[in-house]
């Protein structure tokens, strides 16, 4: 088992409804399904749709869940759902970092900065203690 965040839009491009489930292509497949039985902690990111000009999002790791089992999509070729149960809002969202301190560690680069890449993975691993 292993623990992840999962990166869902305001107005997803996939077919995501936290509470119950978290749409994806076949590139995490092998990352979704090392969180069955685990916790994940979903993330809104700026992009609030697939429009890579929308804004708005609010950079929060906002809810927990924790995933039950994967199925693959019967509509659609390549994609999963990975079902959950324990869905918890958190009492307050919490930033992506707070000053200096980034929850990610892998998000953060060598020299300080964000780690724009590793933003760009939907799925992100995380270590127990993250």
């Not at 509470?19 to 590139?27: I, L, S």
């Not at 790791?61 to 994967?70: C, E, G, I, L, Q």
Request: proline share 8%.
């Amino acid at each position: 088992m292993a623990k992840a965040i999962f990166t869902t839009k305001v107005d997803p491009t996939y077919d995501d409804l936290p509470e119950f489930r978290y749409h994806y292509p076949q590139t995490y497949r092998r990352a979704v399904e090392a969180t069955i039985g685990d916790w994940v902690i979903y993330y809104e990111p700026r992009r609030t749709t697939g429009d890579l000009s929308s804004r708005g999002g609010r950079q929060v790791y906002f809810a927990t869940a924790r995933v039950t089992a994967v199925q693959p999509d019967p509509t659609l070729p390549g994609h999963f759902y990975a079902f959950v149960e324990d869905f918890l809002e958190f009492p307050r969202v919490v930033p992506f970092k707070e000053g200096d301190l980034y929850y990610e560690s892998a998000l953060r680069r060598s020299d300080g900065g964000t780690s724009k890449g590793a933003f760009g993975r939907a799925v992100r691993p995380i270590s127990d203690n993250e």
